[in-house]
């Protein structure tokens, strides 16, 4: 796994991980990067190194609005470049069709699902998601993952992490991965399975 994979008009030569917080997108991707012997990138971390400031304090000088225009060059002008790599995403951007379409260009997209208790109780206890900072963080994590997870879908493929160890979550994904390597033919088509194809006369 990992030389130039090709299909489709797209480049599937990194994997980006989007989906909710707290749904595990960097501890995943971590892991799934050392095994596939790719780089690991954050983008939250990348917005933050090169402003020199924390997720927090992007939102409070710059407002939610600022954040995501930050997001947007990370996306159409840092990801573009990459190679090897598996990408977690800030939760905001794959929520983004605009954004998750251009992360479809050159990687293979993986939505991580958590259901909303799930995710309440993996961030009840870790600060620094101003989104959260609310009188009452479950209404707003149901809110936005109502919100959200109609384009979270669009992703290439989506995998539960609900009481899932990271092991196991990041083999599938290496299972999706290789899935789709084998049902890409030698001329860059994905080839569908006949029984998926619809009846023929
Ligand atoms: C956000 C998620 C955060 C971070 C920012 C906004 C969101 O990343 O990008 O606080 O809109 O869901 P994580 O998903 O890594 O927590």
């Given at each position: 796994m990992?030389?130039?994979?090709?299909?489709?008009?797209?480049?599937?030569?990194?994997?980006?991980l989007?989906?909710?917080?707290g749904?595990?997108?960097?501890?995943?991707?971590?892991?799934?990067?050392r095994?596939?012997?790719f780089?690991?990138?954050d983008?939250?971390?990348?917005?933050?190194?090169?402003?020199?400031c924390?997720?927090?304090?992007?939102f409070?000088?710059h407002?939610?609005e600022g954040?995501?225009q930050?997001?947007?060059?990370?996306?159409?002008?840092k990801?573009?470049?990459?190679?090897?790599c598996?990408?977690?995403t800030?939760?905001?951007?794959?929520a983004?069709?605009e954004?998750l379409?251009s992360?479809?260009?050159?990687?293979?997209?993986?939505?991580?699902?958590?259901s909303?208790?799930?995710i309440?109780?993996?961030?009840?206890?870790h600060?620094?998601?101003?989104?959260?900072e609310?009188?009452?963080?479950?209404?707003?994590i149901?809110e936005?993952?109502?919100?959200?997870?109609?384009?979270?879908?669009?992703?290439?493929?989506?995998v539960?992490?609900l009481?899932?160890?990271v092991?196991?979550i990041?083999?599938q994904?290496m299972?999706?991965?290789q899935s789709?390597?084998r049902k890409?033919?030698e001329?860059?088509i994905i080839?569908?399975?006949?029984?998926?194809?619809?009846?023929?006369?």
């Amino acid at each position: 796994m990992g030389e130039n994979f090709h299909a489709e008009g797209r480049s599937y030569n990194n994997i980006a991980l989007i989906g909710f917080m707290g749904v595990g997108k960097s501890t995943c991707g971590k892991l799934l990067a050392r095994k596939l012997d790719f780089q690991f990138f954050d983008t939250d971390t990348m917005i933050s190194e090169e402003t020199g400031c924390s997720i927090p304090e992007i939102f409070r000088y710059h407002g939610e609005e600022g954040f995501r225009q930050m997001e947007r060059r990370v996306v159409q002008e840092k990801i573009p470049l990459m190679n090897r790599c598996v990408i977690a995403t800030g939760g905001g951007l794959g929520a983004n069709l605009e954004y998750l379409e251009s992360l479809k260009r050159n990687c293979f997209v993986v939505h991580l699902w958590l259901s909303p208790e799930g995710i309440y109780d993996r961030v009840k206890r870790h600060k620094g998601r101003p989104l959260l900072e609310t009188a009452d963080p479950m209404a707003r994590i149901r809110e936005l993952f109502e919100k959200r997870i109609s384009v979270y879908r669009h992703a290439d493929a989506e995998v539960s992490t609900l009481n899932r160890p990271v092991k196991r979550i990041v083999f599938q994904i290496m299972l999706s991965y290789q899935s789709l390597k084998r049902k890409t033919n030698e001329f860059g088509i994905i080839e569908t399975p006949r029984e998926n194809q619809g009846t023929s006369c």
